[in-house]
């Protein structure tokens, strides 16, 4: 671990090695951003999405909450996905957990967590939503495991339910929903292959949003 002023002294080196390979990097850095991608993790100091993506700053909007939770009454990501969406115009909207994430295993036990109760509640709502398959899951690691990957997905769910999603893709056929497990212990990305046409029809007779009819699309 380095120290709080080791911290400057690698940002100066950071900015010196940057500036020797391009002079008009920082230049180009402060120009509008216009990121393809949205990015809503987990706040875990593991998982850097610009790191694990492999991409450049200025590739990526990110939000990043406890557990990558994305709630209904949550202004901050809401404004985060509507500012990503309507103003950017992003054209990829990931949701991504990891496994071996404390939210979600702290969402498994049956303990009075404090200040963290209603957040967690989210994830727990998740299991009770799939507590039947998630029950015949023998093995512990496994069943957090498959509650990691399902979580993302209701998550995932949760992105397509806003009016900006739907209205975007409809409209442009932009900001397609992702969800993603990273491997904290192989260092890759599983994609879970969510289908989003397929889930934006199954939640619009409820959660439709938008004027634009879904026939238009297409």
């Known amino acids: 671990m380095i120290s709080y002023d ?15 390979e391009d002079p008009e990097y920082f230049s180009k850095l402060a120009e509008e951003q216009r990121p393809e991608y949205l990015y809503i993790g987990c706040s875990d100091s593991r998982v850097s ?23 209904n009454t949550d202004l901050n990501v809401a404004a985060v996905v509507d500012f990503a969406v309507v103003h950017l115009k992003v054209k990829h909207i990931i949701v ?3 496994y071996d994430c404390g939210g979600v295993n702290a969402a498994m036990q049956s303990q009075d967590l404090g200040i963290l109760n209603p957040w967690l509640r989210n994830i727990r709502d998740v299991y009770r939503l799939h507590k039947d398959e998630l029950d015949t899951i023998p093995d512990e690691r496994r069943r957090y495991e498959r509650l990691v990957e399902l979580n993302v997905v209701e998550q995932c769910i949760n992105v397509i339910k ?7 893709y409809l409209t442009h056929g932009d ?8 491997d904290l212990r192989t260092g890759l990305i599983k994609d879970l292959q969510i289908n989003f ?7 619009q007779e409820i959660y439709n ?3 634009v009819p879904w026939f238009r699309k297409g």
């Open 197 to 203: 046409e397929e889930r934006l029809t199954a939640i």
């Open 96 to 98: 991504c957990g990891h």
């Open 49 to 71: 999405a610009s790191e694990i993506m492999g991409v450049e700053p200025g590739d990526v909007f990110v939000h990043r909450n406890l557990g990558n939770v994305v709630a």
């Open 209 to 211: 949003l938008t004027d």
């Open 6 to 20: 080791e911290i400057f002294e690698k940002n100066r080196s950071w900015a010196k090695t940057k500036l020797q």
């Open 175 to 182: 900001a397609v929903v992702h969800g993603w497990v990273f």
């Open 162 to 168: 806003t009016a900006a999603v739907q209205s975007a």
